[in-house]
């Protein structure tokens, strides 16, 4: 039971980190209709950036560079991944409005240049980023079912991010036109939201949280140039499972679907694991299409 219980924590874990991901690709969904296949090279600059916060504070600090360098490094990876995005969606994206499949393929090949780019500067192979000391070690619950500090620390932060991303849609002006366009850009535009700089801004929101998830999962095992790929699948799942620019639908796809994959990793391989999950959102879409919560139509 212990094994199980510990199964279901970690998959707790990745679904947070799959919620981060996917919450950006619903908004880009929702907002804007385009599908983002460089979404995953933010997660990656995410992680890099802890990375590199680790090296250059590495000669000053000494051995205690972890612990500050990855507090330092949460909000320049959210920073540094959301001004990639909105450069991506003022420079290219913009210009492919309504061509969804033009927007895939020209999405897929800044993606393959943002990893050729990691490659040159960090090298192909994978790196390691030092967990801090304060996130070593665990809450031993019962047996051998231990909670670590770092998949609390994971949980928790996210669990914050949506947190401020709800009060920034709801409590602030710039939220307030973002939900208008999301819900109908023409009647919006029509009352002087300025829908381009929603959708850069929002763009922005989006790879920012992508960022934030690559810091995390920086602390979870090795990452390299190609650590984006490994995600982006899942969180296409994710946000096709919630209802295509639904929040809510989102966060319990993003909970079903990491919970899901670990626990049948954990009896199978990963590659079949991934193949059952898959399956099972297929089996769902086909009784219900719009997801777990459907969008409602503009009136």
């Not at 982006?232 to 966060?251: E, H, K, M, P, W």
């Not at 991934?274 to 997801?291: D, E, H, N, S, T």
Request: aromatic content about 8%; hydrophobic content about 55%; glycine content about 12%.
């Amino acid at each position: 039971m212990d094994i199980w219980l510990q199964q279901l924590f970690n998959g707790i874990s990745l679904g947070s980190i799959l919620l981060l991901v996917a919450i950006g690709l619903a908004f880009s969904f929702g907002l804007m209709n385009v599908i983002n296949m460089a979404h995953g090279e933010m997660i990656m600059i995410g992680a890099y950036c802890a990375y590199l916060a680790q090296q250059l504070l590495e000669g000053p600090l000494g051995a205690s560079a972890p612990d500050v360098s990855f507090l330092l490094a949460l909000p320049a990876a959210f920073a540094i991944a959301g001004l990639v995005g909105m450069g991506l969606e003022v420079t290219l994206i913009r210009r492919l409005y309504g061509r969804p499949l033009d927007t895939l393929l020209a999405t897929w090949g800044v993606s393959l240049v943002l990893q050729q780019l990691a490659r040159s500067i960090f090298g192909a192979p994978n790196v390691q980023v030092t967990t801090p000391s304060w996130l070593q070690g665990g809450i031993a619950v019962t047996g051998s079912f231990t909670m670590p500090y770092i998949r609390l620390f994971i949980i928790a932060m996210v669990l914050a991010a949506i947190a401020l991303v709800w009060l920034y849609l709801v409590r602030t002006a710039a939220g307030r036109r973002t939900r208008a366009t999301m819900q109908n850009r023409e009647v919006a535009a029509a009352l002087g939201v300025r829908t381009p700089r929603v959708d850069m801004l929002t763009f922005g929101l989006g790879s920012g949280l992508a960022g934030l998830a690559g810091c995390a999962l920086a602390l979870l095992g090795p990452i390299g140039p190609s650590l984006g790929t490994y995600y982006i699948v899942d969180s296409f799942l994710v946000v096709i499972l919630g209802g295509i620019g639904q929040v809510v639908g989102t966060a319990i796809a993003a909970l079903a679907i990491g919970g899901a994959n670990a626990l049948l990793e954990f009896q199978l391989s990963a590659s079949v694991a991934k193949v059952l999950v898959f399956a099972l959102v297929i089996a769902f879409l086909q009784w219900r299409p719009a997801g777990i919560i459907a969008r409602r139509a503009a009136r």
